[in-house]
């Protein structure tokens, strides 16, 4: 696994609580050696001290990390001055999103669309950041069509990305098929799964009707025939989520990216299953 690009998702702490956590959990999930580890930034950038916060202690443990930035609600000022503070900190990754609208949100600030603020990071700074962008093989659910969002996701990446990552999804023939369509189109940066581990069901179900991501109905039955018996929808989870992976890097997916919800079990399991 030493030649993918293996990286796993955090998002930051509320309380000093969940820091001290995420910090024990950061400490595990560090012995898998992953390339780096990334941090969500909240709607709007509401989460954006503590976006920074984490990004810093994560490098000052001698590990790489990249802070997410969306642009929803941005100005191209308040984009500039993050951009620098991000600089001058030597971080050189960034996850460049849209990024979803924080509610009560009228107007989306000055940047519409991700290849707006993938041209705009590279206008301001060059090439210092490796920028990553997101990708959407079962289609963002507010995309107007299937190859509206398609096209969106190919200006990202001519705008200046280094990469991509995936929302997650259960069905690899999604994932094959919008690479192929990808390269087919002149994409040549490396576009990397997202996972999500299933842990929880009502979580997971709630999450995947809100980013699109679909539950083959199987699975879905499955799990909601286990109820609460959480051992089960772990055990279940681990054998679904190791098996897509495992079809994944076997059909040439460049590298995995945990959403880990700052747990470190599932992405472990997961991880050791992989690696045997």
């Excluded at 290849?115 to 997101?134: K, M, P, Q, S, Y």
């Excluded at 398609?150 to 997650?168: L, S, W």
């Excluded at 576009?191 to 581990?197: H, K, L, R, S, Y």
Aim: proline share 4%; hydrophobic share 45%; glycine share 8%.
């Amino acid at each position: 696994m030493a030649d993918h690009n293996f990286s796993i998702e955090f998002f930051p702490p509320k309380t000093a609580e969940g820091a001290e956590k995420l910090r024990v959990t950061r400490a595990k999930l560090s012995e898998l050696h992953p390339k780096y580890f990334s941090v969500t930034f909240g709607a709007g950038g509401t989460t954006q001290q503590g976006t920074l916060d984490t990004v810093l202690e994560i490098l000052a443990a001698g590990e790489d990390a990249a802070p997410h930035l969306s642009c929803v609600g941005g100005t191209r000022e308040s984009i500039r001055g993050i951009l620098q503070q991000y600089k001058s900190h030597g971080i050189k990754r960034l996850v460049a999103l849209r990024g979803d609208l924080p509610s009560g949100y009228g107007a989306a600030g000055e940047f519409r669309y991700a290849n707006e603020l993938v041209e705009f990071i590279r206008a301001e700074t060059g090439d210092w950041f490796h920028i990553e962008v997101a990708a959407y093989p079962e289609v963002h659910p507010q995309a107007k069509s299937p190859q509206a969002d398609f096209d969106a996701f190919v200006r990202k990446v001519n705008a200046g990305a280094n990469a991509a990552i995936t929302q997650y999804f259960y069905n690899a023939d999604a994932y094959f098929q919008f690479v192929d369509a990808a390269q087919k189109a002149g994409v040549t940066v490396p576009i990397v799964a997202g996972i999500m581990p299933i842990i929880n069901t009502t979580q997971l179900m709630r999450f995947s009707d809100m980013c699109g991501a679909e539950i083959p109905r199987w699975v879905r039955l499955k799990l909601s025939s286990f109820g609460d018996d959480s051992a089960s929808i772990k055990a279940f989870g681990l054998d679904v989520v190791t098996a897509l992976c495992e079809r994944l890097l076997a059909g040439g997916a460049p590298g995995l990216h945990f959403y880990s919800m700052n747990q470190v079990a599932a992405t472990t399991a997961i991880w050791q299953r992989l690696v045997k």
